[in-house]
């Protein structure tokens, strides 16, 4: 089955610079990877998502990258916010409308 | 997208009693699963509840543990029979919207005690 690793597991940026996390996954057959935001105490929250037929997207301050042949995605966030400190979790998905996550990293901003 | 509800939010339970948790969604939706998040950990999928049939359970959950009811395309419940406090978790129903595409429920968070 897929495997999904999340590096790094804990960030500390200061406010207004950038924050990037990384995931690879094993399946090369997995073609959607989505980013969940969860904040304390809440449900994961979906903030952006790519799909294997393009290599990038962005929306406003973040953006993910996807390298199929090295099968890795990373998530970008540019010009960071208090409010951006939560957990993250990448995900991944071979079309078979499972998702295996990873371990998630929690980001914590620096007024 | 699409609003879930789940009920209660949180509960304390006595070991070896059950609880019921129950997943509302705003919209008819196919999919629904199941996600267990054991403290500060990711998530592990439990099951997918399926309309009409049997849920698909993934590997190390069992239906006589986890039993799933899925009535109607908006509504599911999932039962953590015979609690121990290994059970303490937080538990997520997430419907697909559309292609793997999930959203998630606020989550209910279980103390056995």
């Known amino acids: 089955g897929e495997n999904v690793e999340q590096h790094p597991s804990t960030l500390s940026v200061q406010e207004g610079d950038s924050a990037v996390i990384k995931c690879t996954y094993s399946d090369s057959a997995s073609n959607y990877f989505p980013w969940y935001k969860q904040e304390l105490g809440k449900g994961p929250q979906l903030i952006i998502d790519?799909?294997?037929?393009?290599g990038e997207k962005k929306d406003q301050r973040i953006a993910v990258t996807l390298n199929k042949t090295a099968k890795h995605f990373s998530l970008h966030i540019t010009e960071t916010q208090p409010e951006d400190s939560a957990v993250y979790f990448c995900?991944?998905?071979?079309?078979?409308?499972?998702?295996?996550f990873g371990t998630g990293t929690r980001l914590t901003i620096i007024p | 997208s699409a609003v879930i509800s789940q009920k209660p939010s949180r509960d304390i339970c006595q070991r070896g009693t059950s609880l019921t948790i129950q997943c509302q969604v705003d919209?008819?939706?196919?999919?629904m699963f199941w996600y267990r998040q054991q403290p500060g950990q990711s998530l592990t999928l439990i099951a997918t509840?399926?309309?009409?049939?049997?849920?698909?359970?993934e590997s190390g959950f069992v239906i006589d543990k986890f039993p799933i009811s899925r009535p109607n395309l908006t509504f599911s419940t999932l039962t953590v029979s015979n609690m121990s406090p290994e059970d303490s978790s937080i538990y997520l129903c997430s419907v697909e919207v559309h292609s793997s595409e999930q959203y998630f429920g606020p989550g209910t968070r279980l103390t056995v005690t």
């Open positions: 790519i799909r294997s037929n393009v």
């Open positions: 995900a991944a998905s071979s079309g078979n409308e499972k998702l295996t």
């Open positions: 919209s008819q939706v196919t999919m």
């Open positions: 509840a399926n309309q009409g049939s049997e849920a698909t359970y």
